[in-house]
């Protein structure tokens, strides 16, 4: 797929419970061991204070992806298929086919996926914003930030993201009583919030990684211009960083979607919860690969295309 | 190991923090039961995804256009749907379908994690050592060619030790995020770190202090795994190749 080095061969790669990609930190210095990675970077640096303009649209090698992902789409489907093809035939007599059970339980599933799609967009924004702040910690000039925010950033990128669902699933209160008025904290809520602790840290590594592999010579232009350190960040390099920062920041969110399904495991109501209610209640085996390949595939029917669109965006903005 | 025991049953009556496993026998042996368990399923995958993984990045570069596209479809789909469905998809979708061996079943709840982790890890595998391979100049595959090397010969001896140094990075991170994964297993109810932690927290009631020491054993363990590699990296580092 990716042509490039070990550090694109790790991006768009949603592993699941995990963070996988760390290497997707741009420029984080474990990952930049990749032969693609100086590469990627010297094209960048050509962009110095004019990176503003709009990159030039450069043919990219993405139609063998997308064909390929297609395939696999099409494979996927002939699994699904086939499968509910055999349950079909060997359906008991004067019991509903299969199809019939998939179409009838299509509405709840659905809604459980919306459910899961609702959770990943508040994680990403939650994540995002704390992951900005907290990136902005681990390049501030005053070392104690810059130590404590390391610390935190360990922390949350090498725990498991199980643990750390069941670390506020169980510790944080149900409810928040301000003053006179409460504040709820339902099941996905607390899901929501421990899904977005490994993507705040991430972030952060992003942020870092992004604002690290902008030239010096761009902070000391600034400088020469009378620009405060504010303004520099906030006018100069964050606008140089944000189109570096999107590619690994969307192969993120891929990975967090897929991550919402570990909410079923705390007792969230999502679209696993739902499939193996749905089972249990049919009581019926020649249903479950079915059912499964079914999940999988409105999954991939989601994710796949996030993943084609980042490694397009890399590949375009690599090319510069 | 009696100090601690005391210690820590001093420690809960003052202060009320219980920490069941350092003096409770039974706690103990199942806590030690889960970090093994978690040790033993990270070692099996590792091992068996580091293997196919060279295999799929082999098959990868074939000649034969419908293997090649095989192996792409594998990596794209394991990549691109999440890993705890593809366990229950394993564990209960497939699960059932196989023979049963004396009455019980062939593939145990720990089998079908060491299957179903193993295949995911295998597509990252084989995806970073594919782009390794391809990180291994050209000039140094065609003076193997010309030395009258096989291209499986090429592949074993020159492409995969260079591609293996490239990746350690990119392996590291790997490595790491198994092991991350190997929790996803309670869900089947493989007695692994989580799940034992998870009884231990449900009969002591002492979800914080165990979800403490549950999160520094995995933040000790993917320590000691980033030191050893980077160990390892500095080890087998070729000189003139990689820099």
Known sequence: ?320 | MDDVAAWFLWLYKTTGIKLTIFYDSYDRARFVEGFVTTIKLSAYCLVLSLLLGAVAAWLAGSRIAIVRRAINGFVALFRNTPPLVQLYFFYFALGPLLPRVGGSPLLGSFGWAVVSLTLLETAFAAEILRAGIEAVPKAMVEAAESLGYSRGQIFRKVELPLALRVTMPAMTNNLVNLVKTTTLAYAIAVPELLYMSAQVWSEQVNVPEMMIVLLVCYVAIVGIINEFMRWLEVRLRVPGFGQ
């Open chain 1, 1 to 320: 797929m990716s042509a490039a080095g070990p550090s694109q061969g790790a991006n768009c790669a949603p592993s699941g419970g995990s963070a996988a990609a760390k290497a997707a930190s741009v420029g984080a210095p474990r990952s930049a061991a990749g032969p693609s990675q100086g590469v990627a970077r010297s094209a960048w640096v050509r962009g110095g204070l004019r990176v503003m303009h709009a990159p030039a649209r450069v043919p990219t090698r993405d139609g063998r992806c997308t064909l390929v992902g297609v395939r696999t789409g099409i494979a996927l489907l002939v699994v699904f298929a086939a499968s509910v093809a055999i349950a079909q035939v060997q359906a008991p007599v004067g019991k509903p086919s299969v199809v019939e059970l998939l179409i009838k339980w299509t509405p709840l599933l659905a809604g459980g996926f919306l459910f899961n799609l609702l959770i990943s967009v508040f994680a990403m924004l939650a994540g995002t914003v704390a992951g900005v702040l907290l990136g902005f910690a681990r390049i501030s000039p005053a070392a104690p930030v810059r130590g404590a925010s390391w610390t935190v950033v360990q922390f949350f990128r090498n725990a498991p993201w199980l643990v750390l669902l069941f670390f506020v699933m169980f510790l944080m209160p149900f409810e928040l009583h301000v003053g006179g008025t409460t504040i709820p904290f339902p099941d996905w809520i607390k899901a929501t919030f421990g899904l977005a602790l490994p993507i705040m840290a991430n972030m952060a590594e992003i942020v870092r990684g992004a604002v690290q592999s902008i030239p010096t010579a761009q902070w000391e232009a600034a400088r020469s211009l009378a620009f405060s350190r504010r303004q520099t960040l906030w006018k100069i390099i964050l606008p140089q960083c944000v189109k570096r920062m999107l590619p690994p920041w969307m192969n993120w969110y891929a990975i967090l979607t897929m991550a919402t399904t570990l909410a079923s495991i705390v007792g969230v109501s999502e679209v696993m919860t739902l499939t193996g209610r749905i089972t249990n209640a049919e009581g019926r085996t020649d249903l479950l690969i079915p059912i499964y390949s079914y999940v999988l595939l409105w999954f991939f029917a989601y994710c796949y295309p996030i993943s084609v669109w980042t490694r397009r965006l890399e590949a375009r903005y690599a090319e510069r």
